[in-house]
């Protein structure tokens, strides 16, 4: 059985982008493969946080991952900041790393143009990030397309380090699911979909209500075509709208052209709204059920534990490979 790891930063509401992109995969992938999934609150921290709002966006997208069907049974769900080997590892593997990648990681360069006073965390993150995953030992990490440069590093520092040290790290492979891994912007669709978009038309939060999902899909960007088909280059609104409705039904996205062929934009994203207030509207009743319950503390508390298990082990083999700590002598 092969490990797969995922974290999502809890800075504001999940979108239906992170639902069709990641999370809808993550409720399949449980059932036959070894799980961890984080609350990276600690990549949260980068760039300045309300500390009530994050606490609060901790718990609310923990809710989601359980209402969503993580099940923590078969998966193991946790808080980063809550098992303390993630940032031991990340100060091991910042020392494996060089300025110049990190320097060149897109995130960082979209976060830090333009401003003063930037965080030195926010330029050395990345070793964090791949301590989350080399933690477990993992094999498969399912992220979307922004996300693969920075696979591909945690990829290059594993096998720097297992290169100078020994071989502890598992190389993990980058995982990119084929529909709806890029959910674009409702109002940009050549950007994709952001839970910290400044214009709440652009994205549809997993917690919108139904009239707030239909409005914003009535007035998502299209074009003055009138023609429902797929074509990402002339056609991205539309192509996106497509994406949107076939990640949610299943459908293939030849099936719902077909249902619309001579039909204008009214019906169609009329046909969207329904597909996303459908999917949601189970996950939202889940979530309200979770949110303030003891069981949610109970999981966590159980995902903490467990996590800690593997993760301490892992980091006593790194420390050990890099000669940190002592030797007890026996007596």
């Known amino acids: 059985m092969k490990t797969i790891f995922s974290g999502i930063q809890p800075s504001g509401t999940l979108t239906i982008g992170n639902y069709l992109g990641a999370m809808k995969q993550f409720v399949d992938l449980q059932e036959d493969h070894n799980c961890y999934f984080c609350i990276v609150d600690e990549h949260a921290i980068t760039v300045p946080q309300d ?11 923990a809710a989601l991952y359980l209402a969503a069907g993580i099940d923590p049974e ?3 769900l946790f808080i980063q900041s809550e098992v303390p080997a993630h940032t031991q590892l990340g100060w091991l593997i910042q020392c494996v790393s060089y300025i110049g990648e990190l320097e060149r990681m897109t995130q960082f360069k979209d976060k830090s143009a333009g401003k003063d006073g930037v965080s030195a965390a926010l330029l050395t993150y990345p070793p964090l990030m791949v301590a989350d ?34 071989d502890i790290f598992t190389i993990p492979e980058i995982s990119i699911p084929k529909v709806g891994a890029r959910i674009m912007s409702l109002q940009e669709p050549t950007k994709k979909m952001s839970k910290s978009d400044q214009n709440e038309k652009a994205y549809i939060s997993m917690l919108d209500e139904p009239k707030k999902i239909e409005k914003k899909i009535k007035s998502a960007v299209t074009d003055s075509e009138g023609v429902v088909t ?35 934009y009214g019906e169609f994203k009329q046909g969207v709204a329904n597909a996303v207030i459908d999917v949601l509207a189970p996950i939202q009743e889940r979530y309200n059920e979770l949110i303030e319950s003891e069981t949610l503390d109970h999981i966590l508390d159980n995902g903490a534990e467990k996590a800690a298990l593997t993760a301490n082990k892992t980091l006593a083999k790194a420390k050990k490979a890099m000669g940190l700590g002592r030797v007890k002598r026996k007596k």
């Open 230 to 264: 797929f074509d990402k280059e002339n056609k991205a609104g539309v192509s996106n709208l497509l994406t949107i409705y076939a990640s949610c039904t299943g459908e293939t996205i030849e099936t719902i052209e077909a249902r619309y062929e001579g039909k204008g």
């Open 133 to 166: 995953i080399l933690l477990y030992n993992t094999d498969l990490v399912p992220v979307g397309e922004d996300q693969k440069q920075h696979l591909e590093l945690t990829r290059d520092l594993a096998q720097r380090f297992n290169n100078k040290y020994n």
């Open 51 to 61: 500390r009530l709002e994050l606490r609060k966006n901790i718990r609310s997208l």
């Open 74 to 76: 078969k998966s193991t």
